[in-house]
């Protein structure tokens, strides 16, 4: 997944190098004795690097373009994922974002870049809340149908500033 501008540079640019790569596979002549098979295994290997890259280039635009802005998990393991992608799709910098949680925009890099591991679940409430997004989530036990735990529920959001004063005061 591409995080910020400079990822989505760099590997815009790393599509156009394995692009001119095929390219010059193709004018190749395949050597006497040679395989076959091991050229087109070649394309096929850039093809799909050039695939994935593109589709992540793709992700990225429509996250930035504000067209997409609605995400689903399958687990909390997707979670800062999730975080990432509404940040984008807010059109937020890590400094802006940070400046909401009151932290230095470094502290937020770090976050992101180790997909926010070992961060508070208070933190990651706070974060929700200064990003303006709500989860919603069905539970089930294994083996189970899905039970939802309220009709229509109201959407969870965090009041960021009532959650600070309240650790503050613990």
């Known amino acids: 997944m591409i995080k910020n501008d400079r ?7 790393q599509v156009r190098k394995f692009e001119q790569a ?19 295994l070649q394309r096929r290997a850039l093809e799909s690097q050039i695939e994935e890259m593109d589709s992540d280039v793709q992700e990225y635009e429509n996250l930035k373009s504000g ?3 609605v995400f689903d998990a399958r687990s909390l393991d997707e979670l800062p994922t999730l975080f990432v992608k509404a940040r984008i799709a807010l059109r937020m910098t890590h400094k802006s974002l940070a400046e909401r949680l009151n932290l230095k ?12 591991y070992g961060v508070s679940f208070e ?40 959650a600070k004063k309240a650790k503050k005061h613990s």
Do not use: C
């Open 123 to 162: 933190n990651l409430k706070a974060i929700a809340n200064a990003l303006g997004v709500f989860l919603t989530q069905h539970f089930s036990v294994s083996g189970q149908e899905p039970m939802v735990l309220r009709e229509s529920p109201p959407p969870y959001r965090v009041k960021y500033k009532e």
């Open 67 to 69: 067209a997409i802005t």
């Open 7 to 13: 990822q989505y540079q760099v590997t815009k640019a």
């Open 105 to 116: 925009e470094q502290q937020v890099q770090r976050w992101e870049a180790n997909d926010y």
């Open 22 to 40: 095929m390219s010059e596979l193709a004018q190749q002549p395949v050597p006497p004795g040679s395989d076959r098979s091991l050229a087109e």
